[in-house]
């Protein structure tokens, strides 16, 4: 299902690659933040020629490794820490905890989708974005050692070989002049990120088109870079003593 | 005023108990063998890649509030499962949703839900069996995966026939969506045709599992047969017809044919074993007026009194009757209601709720001294009552 | 992974194609269609594109999307009348309201109406008592329920059955923060309703 809002809002979106929504009073605190990742959502796939949507084990597998590598390293250079939280480490009450505001962000991400990507505008909020998950994540600031949550959401699908055949006899019938245009795969992502003191959703961003291939380390890298290219700023480390 | 989609949870991910699925005249052998073997782990990539999308969903259900968060129960249910499939208890795991449906559904990674509307219409441990049963053969003969793969083929063929003949029309002229139409509903009916070919098979194995571990396999027989009947009342009171109005479950066979299928090979497989009322009423003791209450407020009238007549056979309580009352309260039959409560408030376990109902009644019917009575009662036994506050008004007035 | 999920994001496309319009509700009067229930909103909120199922007697207003919050504001039921349209051969029916129905009567309406129509699940009642609605005597009532996305949600209603008709202000939204956050805003609004005779 969010699979199909997040299509719809890509459909919908005129731009070509990203657009941020973001909270414009949002500012990021003056010393090094660290950021955490609750279960990354990423699948990859193929699409069958009958278009249907079929997950691969092994390209999901790479694509999360691959991602998640991208994130910590991408991080690392602006100078802060992103760890990606394990649910295998946890203690139990954590982990439900953690359920939960995966399941709430998963609701809430929906609503900006629909109401910020979709089309189905909200007048009251057409120049503010004040989405919360709410105070409930207070306690995981202590529990995960971090100051915000990413959340990364993205399906990959590439054309199977009957998919890719059934393009081309599309295409052929243009040489006939009866053209039929055969959707292929395509990359779906969003990102967003949740202030864990507050709750806030202060950055927020999807990505509409395919600009690197998940499943290899560069591929997965470029779209990394892609996706969170507004994403808040490490403050600048102080000038060297004199 | 849409909310959130019903269809979001857990849609799709296995074989389904009443999808429809019926025997053919000739019925699937007796003695099919398990496709995989215990611990299995799959090997190709479509397989793998479902069962780590069904590992997430399943991590999701594990600490979701729609699980019925009872491990005695979980535990109940998952030993019955080790009767019927000893060698893979290891390799299947029970959750129980409190969704108000006749449904179960088996995953192939082994994750197996069983729905809370599913234990309510049981009355004993072969009822159980005989969900679990067929279940268990969905699982054992691989059948979502097969049936995935099916309809991965089916859906590329109308793909293929779709963009060929379309540009077919392109060159040569005329109109055949008609052709394309035909053809297309001939595949798509091809889909639904493989997967009743499944629940057949499904239902001979469960079976079997049954008489294998003790258990009478007329039970399942019985089960079904509860089944059709609760449909039929169900469509009755909704004023609809009892037969089969679309195309698509047009190309089902008959229920009756399941019926008598299943009949066949129970007499093959011969009377046997114990129904284990006593164990299914403990296991269920707290959760069945819950599951009830769930249902009820369905307004499916049809169907819920259909359970409760069922759930009196070994007498009527308190509760039951209550229930009966509320069936038809809310269906706006005040005056069978009123009869349901009277007879519920006259039995020593009626619930408080019954009093309210009884009481409400009363004063509706302009007896305002055995009214207020009723409703003092309903204070006086359920102290803490939600609603005290309207209530203690009505009585003021 | 099935035809069904295929189809329906084709049909969410479909629907996504002709996205739906929001329209702000200032301060002002509201009015439902019928022209009978006014309410004076405090706040900015965003009347909802009426959806099949809505009477033309329904209004649904929400701040943060209908998923997150949402104000159901009914302009008088008329005896013999669902909250909700459905169709006819539906399995559940939602109970049709009668002009003598006690409030536990209405409540236990209201709640089924959630079972049916959204799928809510381990649906609580609490707290009913009598209270002033449009200058009438009538009720409130607060529940709380789970939907499908598993997120525990909270909700309120309050409203009276005026010459025959039940008028009624349902707010409901996601427990975490939503509810709190709006209700304050709904309680000026449900203090503000008047029935225009």
């Known amino acids: 299902m969010i699979r199909a809002i997040v299509l719809a809002a890509l459909l919908l979106s005129a731009c070509t690659t990203t657009k941020k929504v973001a909270d414009r009073t949002f500012k990021p605190p003056d010393r090094p933040f660290t950021i955490v990742v609750f279960r990354p959502d990423i699948e990859a796939g193929q699409m069958t020629a009958g278009g249907l949507f079929e997950v691969r084990a092994d390209w999901t597998q790479s694509a999360e490794l691959n991602i998640a590598a991208a994130l910590t390293a991408r991080e690392a250079k602006r100078g802060g820490t992103l760890s990606i939280y394990a649910d295998s480490t946890a203690e139990p009450p954590l982990r439900a905890q953690i359920s939960e505001i995966v399941r709430l962000h998963r609701t809430v991400g929906m609503a900006v989708l629909r109401h910020k990507y979709s089309g189905a505008e909200l007048p009251t909020k057409k120049r503010i974005f004040d989405w919360t998950l709410g105070p409930g994540t207070a306690p995981l600031v202590a529990a995960t050692h971090a100051d915000y949550a990413l959340f990364v959401y993205a399906r990959d699908s590439f054309s199977s070989g009957g998919r890719r055949a059934l393009q081309v006899l599309g295409y052929a019938g243009c040489i006939v002049l009866a053209c039929v245009a055969v959707p292929g795969g395509r990359l779906t992502a969003f990102a967003s990120l949740v202030d864990l003191k507050t709750g806030q959703l202060v950055w927020f961003n999807v990505l509409g088109a395919s600009v690197g291939d998940m499943r290899s380390k560069k591929g997965a890298a470029r779209m990394v870079a892609n996706l969170l290219d507004t994403f808040p700023e490490q403050p600048k480390p102080p000038p060297p003593a004199p | 005023m849409t909310m959130v989609s019903r269809r979001g949870f857990i849609g ?120 679990l049963g067929h279940e268990c053969g969905h699982y054992l003969r691989r059948h979502q995966i097969a049936s995935w793969r099916q309809t991965r083929g089916t859906t590329a063929w109308m793909a293929f026939l779709t963009i060929g003949l379309a540009i ?26 493989y997967r009743r070919e499944q629940e057949a098979e499904a239902d001979v194995y469960g079976v079997r599992l049954m008489a294998a571990a003790g258990y009478p396999p007329g039970a399942a027989a019985d089960f079904w047969r509860d089944v059709i009947a609760e449909h039929d009342a169900a469509t009755r009171m909704r004023g609809g017809r009892t037969g089969t109005p679309s195309l698509l479950l047009a190309s089902h066979p008959s229920d009756s044919a399941r019926l008598a299928a299943l009949a066949k090979i129970v007499a093959k497989l011969g009377p046997q074993g ?10 269920m003791a707290t959760h069945q007026l819950t599951f009830l209450d769930d249902q009820v407020k369905l307004n499916d009238p049809g169907a819920s009194l259909t359970i409760i007549d069922r759930l009196a056979e070994d007498g009527w309580t308190g509760p039951l009757r209550y229930q009966q009352g509320e069936v038809h309260r809310l269906r706006g039959a005040n005056d069978l209601a009123f009869v349901a409560f009277a007879a519920a408030v006259a039995l020593p376990d009626a619930p408080a709720l019954a009093h309210r109902a009884y009481g409400y009644g009363l004063l509706r019917k302009g007896q305002g001294e055995a009214g207020t009575a009723e409703l003092r009662t309903y204070l006086a036994k359920a102290p803490d009552a939600d609603d005290r506050a309207m209530v203690e008004f009505t009585l003021n007035q | 992974m099935t035809v069904h999920r295929a189809l329906a994001t084709v049909l969410l496309l479909a629907l996504a194609a002709c996205a739906p319009r929001y329209h702000i509700v200032r301060g002002g009067v509201a009015a439902t269609p019928a022209g009978a229930l006014v309410v004076l909103p405090d706040a900015a909120w965003n009347r909802a594109p009426r959806s099949r199922d809505d009477l033309p007697v329904t209004q649904v207003w929400t701040r943060n999307g209908e998923a997150l919050d949402r104000i159901v504001l009914i302009g008088g039921l008329r005896d013999g009348q669902a909250m909700v349209r459905q169709r006819s051969r539906a399995s559940g029916r939602v109970p049709v309201f009668r002009a003598d129905m006690a409030p536990q009567d209405i409540v236990a309406m209201i709640e089924s109406q959630y079972r049916i129509t959204a799928a809510a699940s381990g649906f609580r009642t609490h707290g009913l008592f009598p209270d002033e609605f449009a200058g009438y005597l009538g009720f409130t009532v607060d529940y709380d329920f789970v939907l499908a996305d598993a997120v525990p949600r909270k909700g309120r209603a309050t409203g009276a059955v005026i010459g025959d008709r039940l008028y009624l202000l349902l707010f409901d939204a996601v427990a975490a923060h939503y509810f709190d956050a709006g209700l304050p805003s709904v309680e000026r609004i449900a203090a503000s309703a008047a029935v225009l005779e």
Not at chain 2, 17 to 46: E, H, I, M, T, V
Not at chain 2, 48 to 53: D, E, M, P, V
Not at chain 2, 78 to 105: E, F, H
């Open chain 2, 168 to 193: 077919a029309t392109g060159v040569v002229g005329g109109n055949n969506r008609r052709e394309i139409n035909a053809i297309n509903n001939a595949l798509a009916l091809s889909i639904f045709r």
């Open chain 2, 12 to 131: 799709g991910i296995g074989g389904c108990l009443c999808c429809g699925g019926s025997l053919q005249a000739a019925a699937p052998a007796l003695d099919l063998a398990p496709l995989l073997d215990p611990g299995f782990r799959p090997a190709d990539k479509d397989e793998k890649g479902l069962w780590q999308s069904l590992d997430r969903a399943e991590r999701d259900i594990a600490d979701s509030p729609l699980r019925v968060h009872d491990p005695a129960l979980e535990t109940y249910v998952g030993g019955v499962m080790g009767k019927l499939a000893p060698d893979y208890s290891g390799d299947i795991r029970c959750y129980i949703v409190r969704v108000p449906a006749l449904n179960a559904t088996m995953a192939p990674n082994g994750m197996l839900l069983v729905y809370s509307g599913a234990l309510l219409r049981l009355r004993h441990e072969a009822g159980l069996a005989t969900i």
């Open chain 2, 274 to 283: 114990d129904l284990g009322r006593a164990p299914w009423r403990q296991a």
